[in-house]
């Protein structure tokens, strides 16, 4: 039996609907354990951060890819000792090659152009 069985849900599920070229699944619950709506619960798998990069998420909206990613963790958001907080960076293969330039941009590295 796996130690993270939400945290494997969550791989599964988006990685079968949503084929992500990236997938970034951070366990962000030990932060959290001391909170008090934390006090009780046994669950070591609470909050979780997720960048989803994928081209489902083409000509939709934040709010639209945060529904999707939504449906799809349903059972795990309204299961007791489940997701109880759950953050997400939603974008395209397009977006995020454009994030990532303006990054090192912004950091001072030169962008190498192919074929120049």
């Keep these: 039996m796996s130690m993270t069985p939400i945290e494997d849900a969550i791989r599964v599920k988006i990685i079968e609907a949503l084929k992500p070229s990236r997938l970034e699944i951070y366990n962000d619950s030990h932060m959290h354990a001391h909170h008090k709506a934390m006090q009780g619960s046994t669950s070591q798998e609470t909050h979780f951060r ?5 081209e489902a998420f083409q000509s939709k909206m934040q709010p639209a890819r945060h529904r999707i990613v939504y449906a799809l963790l349903k059972e795990e958001l309204e299961r007791a000792g489940g997701i109880h907080a759950l953050q997400l960076k939603t974008r395209t293969p397009d977006e995020e090659k454009k994030q990532l330039a303006r990054e090192q941009e912004e950091r001072g590295e030169q962008i190498a152009e192919v074929g120049h």
């Design 50 to 54: 997720l960048v989803v990069t994928s």
